[in-house]
């Protein structure tokens, strides 16, 4: 099955959450990348008929989304917020989602759900006894529960420790695998990359690319990065530098070198040869811009 | 109605100290005519003046922004209702739902044992301990309706709920004569007196307009909340 956002936007008074998206979530696992504050989950909720879009239509292959509870039929929903009654063990909470749905063996499909997500052994206590990475599993064996072909989940890796967020990748991979279609959002390149085929990257609000993990992964390292360097003759490395053309421009400062590397690869391979050559002795080399938050902006600008 | 949202509805809102709560006021109220009893006043004024001042007055009220409010309210909150509208299941059946979990509470913590209270002081004389079951039950039908709505449109359902619970409820509708045409526990106290044939039973509103009203306020609400759940929205930390 097929989600389409054609133009969607979102706006609470002033304020654009989501400005004029349009892409397509096919079968398959697609990330949705982007930082915190990007309108991801504003997102999600306009595909999962949580929010209605300010302009724009979300389809689920051709129908309406909003104000339609015959889609959940077909979409199976991971939410942030933990979202899960605590007064319920992990069984009676995947069995009522089994119930709601009006499976014909509801008992039966809420033990296959619990067995997918590994959470077999613990299902009889209580959800609030439960681990962060527990009612997580927990929350995606209610979504599994009627084995949907569209499954959407927000920051489903958030609070799960190294082993359960391993084994929860391998889950949707090969969810994915089956045919299913599948968004995760996340902020954090690694996780999408080492799990989607498909990557969608949401910067303030925009759709600022799309590709697989190797074509986002070169947008982010071959753009410019801006270094701080300190060392023992700044003038003498300054002028070094800039007859490489790795380097795009060499500011000489009172307290160092801001340089604008336009290859990062070249020139992080130049700067120790070219600093030994000359003598000169780095006392500090930092990336200025490294943070999600840069990388991310270099992306939206590069695409307006 | 939904049996499966009808059984989360009920251990939300009936299990642990909750169940305190919704039984603080009616013991409240069977001591009173205990004490009554006791000290010698099971007559039908004071049964009367208990059942008015306080089952129809305070507690009816309190209990139902308790179990309207409750039933929807904190799990907007927490956002566990996503559990239960992320399923096939049209929005207004899930408010219905939960409008009778929170309607048939109120019969048990509020109609029971205000009969009982009446009839320990009065037994089945004039039929007061019936008139006013019913009327509570029937006010309390009230209630959970708008009350459930409450805790739909807003985040302060509890805030506004106590504030018209006690300030119009028991303030004004007691105190101006206009406003009581526009009082729940008035219709309430409309039908007890309907019911019972009690001298001291009085009420302030007529039945031909305590009946219609009852019905219109009721089913409006309900069809309102289940409304406002078909759009309702996450907007998410963003």
Do not use: C
Request: hydrophobic share 50%; proline share 4%; net charge neutral.
């Amino acid at each position: 099955m097929k989600i389409e956002l054609a133009q969607v936007s979102r706006w609470y008074g002033n304020v654009v959450a989501v400005n004029d998206v349009t892409m397509t979530i096919g079968p398959g696992v697609t990330g949705l990348l982007g930082p915190n504050g990007a309108g991801k989950s504003t997102l999600l909720h306009m595909m999962a008929g949580f929010l209605a879009p300010s302009g724009g239509t979300v389809t689920l292959d051709g129908t309406q989304v909003w104000k339609n509870h015959h889609i959940y039929r077909n979409i199976g929903l991971v939410p942030e917020r933990e979202g899960v009654y605590g007064f319920l063990t992990g069984w009676q909470f995947v069995l009522s989602a089994a119930k709601l749905h009006g499976l014909p063996n509801p008992a039966e499909a809420a033990g296959k759900a619990l067995a997918t997500v590994e959470m077999e052994e613990p299902k009889d206590r209580r959800v609030e006894t439960y681990s962060k990475g527990m009612r997580q599993r927990v929350k995606v064996a209610a979504a599994l529960v009627h084995d949907p072909p569209v499954l959407l989940l927000d920051e489903p890796f958030n609070g799960m420790d190294p082993r359960q967020r391993m084994h929860l990748m391998d889950l949707i991979r090969s969810m994915g695998t089956a045919g299913k279609t599948i968004l995760f959002s996340s902020h954090i390149l690694e996780e999408v990359e080492r799990v989607a085929q498909q990557i969608e990257v949401l910067v303030a609000g925009r759709h600022a690319a799309t590709g697989n993990f190797r074509e986002i992964r070169r947008l982010m390292t071959d753009r410019p990065h801006l270094f701080k360097i300190r060392s023992s003759d700044d003038r003498k490395l300054a002028a070094a530098l800039i007859l490489d053309s790795s380097a795009g421009g060499v500011t000489l400062g009172p307290d160092g070198l801001d340089v604008q590397a336009a290859e990062f690869r070249r020139f992080a391979h130049l700067l120790p040869r070219v600093a030994r050559a000359e003598g000169v002795r780095l006392h500090q080399v930092s990336p200025a811009d490294e943070d999600l938050e840069s990388v991310f902006s270099y992306l939206i600008n590069r695409s307006t | 109605m939904n049996t499966v949202v009808a059984g989360i509805t009920y251990r939300a809102l009936l299990g642990r100290r909750r169940i305190l709560l919704l039984l603080l006021l009616p013991l409240g109220l069977i001591g009173l005519a205990i004490l009554l009893r006791v000290v010698g006043s099971a007559d039908q004024r004071s049964a009367v003046l208990l059942m008015d001042t306080f089952a129809i007055a305070t507690m009816l009220p309190l209990l139902g922004l308790i179990a309207g409010t409750g039933v929807i309210a904190p799990e907007i909150d927490d956002g566990t209702i996503i559990h239960l509208l992320s399923k096939p299941i049209s929005r207004p059946v899930i408010a219905g739902t939960k409008f009778l979990v929170a309607a048939s509470v109120l019969g048990l913590f509020a109609a029971v044992p205000t009969y009982i209270a009446a009839w320990l002081l009065v037994r089945n004389e004039d039929g007061i301990a019936f008139g006013f079951a019913i009327g509570v039950l029937v006010a309390g039908i009230a209630y959970a309706a708008v009350f459930l709505l409450l805790g739909v449109i807003t985040r302060h359902a509890v805030a506004i709920g106590v504030i018209y619970a006690l300030v119009w409820e028991t303030l004004v509708g007691t105190l101006i004569q206009g406003a009581q045409k526009f009082s729940i526990q008035q219709w309430g106290q409309a039908i007890a007196a309907q019911l019972s044939d009690s001298p001291f039973v009085d009420a302030k509103v007529t039945l031909g307009f305590a009946v219609p009203a009852l019905i219109i306020v009721t089913v409006g609400a309900v069809l309102w909340a289940g409304l406002r759940l078909r759009t309702f929205s996450l907007t998410g930390d963003e």
